[in-house]
């Protein structure tokens, strides 16, 4: 059985694609690009397929996670191409490699964000991050199915910085994350001639979690900083949070390490069974 990890995407409307809607999706890409799928036992088996940490409905992403298993064995560019052809516009297939370790979801553990508040100066900003930062706690309230919870979103938050829109216009891709395939920029879902100011901030992945949302109360409630319109959230980058640098790491790095690392023993292998 082979295993094939695939980094996807949200962008434009697709943005507000629910986490079914797109398994949706991505199974009847599965049976278009007729793809050879595992399945589970008992009596309703259904496709392999096991996703990680996927975005809210609402918020866009650069990137999200999962892996599928195959019975017979394929090459993972020419299946990424394949089912991104079978995927809406918007969902994109954007990377594949086959997983040659454990623990994708370990790998996981934190996120970049970049957040778009139109109708914010970036002054306003700039002061509402500095009294975000330099409190010991925020406490946030969010409703559950269990009923109102409060908890701290400072913790979390491992960097927080205001940009504006234009120095964000010639950073395409996350600074945090190692080399990816080209992403889309966010800035093209929210045109606009009004003041705008862009958040930049690496969240790790806690118990209970602290979404960008989250983050937005608590600027709202050390800073009075609201915006006119919601917020634009984008997901640019998740993975292993390295905290010597500050940065999050590529999640499928491992992967692509440990097939570099076998192609030359595998060749190596087959010269020496090669008949003299």
């Known amino acids: ?23 949706r999706a991505f199974e009847r890409a599965l049976r278009r690009a007729e793809v050879p799928m595992a399945y589970s036992a008992g009596f309703t088996p259904h496709p392999k397929v096991s996703y990680a940490n996927a975005a809210p409905t609402g918020t866009g992403s650069e990137a999200e996670y999962l892996e599928i298993a195959l019975t017979d064995a394929r090459d993972p560019e020419k299946l990424r191409l394949l089912l991104d052809e079978s995927m809406p516009v ?16 370990d790998r996981l553990t934190a996120s970049v964000w970049e957040l778009r508040l139109d109708g914010v100066t970036p ?4 002061r509402a991050v500095d009294a975000f930062t ?4 925020v406490e946030v309230q969010r409703k559950t199915k269990n009923g109102m919870r409060t908890f701290d979103a400072r ?3 491992a960097s ?50 602290v ?21 634009a959230v984008t997901r640019l980058a998740q993975g292993l949070f390295d905290e010597e640098t500050g940065t999050v790491t590529d999640p499928l790095a491992p992967d692509r390490e440990a097939v570099a690392a076998a192609s030359p023993m595998a060749a190596t292998a087959a010269a020496a069974k090669a008949p003299a």
């Not at 059985?1 to 398994?23: A, C, E, N, P, V």
């Not at 954007?94 to 994708?104: F, N, P, Q, W, Y």
């Not at 002054?123 to 700039?126: L, P, R, Y």
């Open 123 to 126: 002054e306003d900003a700039e």
């Open 211 to 231: 979404r960008p949302d989250d983050v937005l109360s608590g600027l709202r409630a050390v800073a009075d900083l609201a915006p006119p319109v919601p917020a």
């Open 1 to 23: 059985m082979q295993r094939i990890r695939l980094r996807y995407t949200k962008r434009g409307r697709l943005r507000f694609t629910s986490h079914r809607d797109f398994q």
């Open 134 to 137: 330099s409190a010991e706690a």
């Open 155 to 157: 913790g979390a938050v």
């Open 90 to 105: 918007g969902l994109d297939i954007i990377d594949a490699v086959e997983a040659r370790t454990s623990g994708l979801a």
């Open 160 to 209: 927080l910085e205001a940009r504006t829109a234009q120095a964000e216009a010639h950073t395409a891709q996350p600074e945090a994350q190692t080399p990816q395939p080209e992403t889309h920029s966010p800035q093209a879902d929210r045109p606009t001639d009004q003041p705008c100011a862009i958040l930049r901030l690496v969240v790790r992945h806690v118990t209970p979690a």
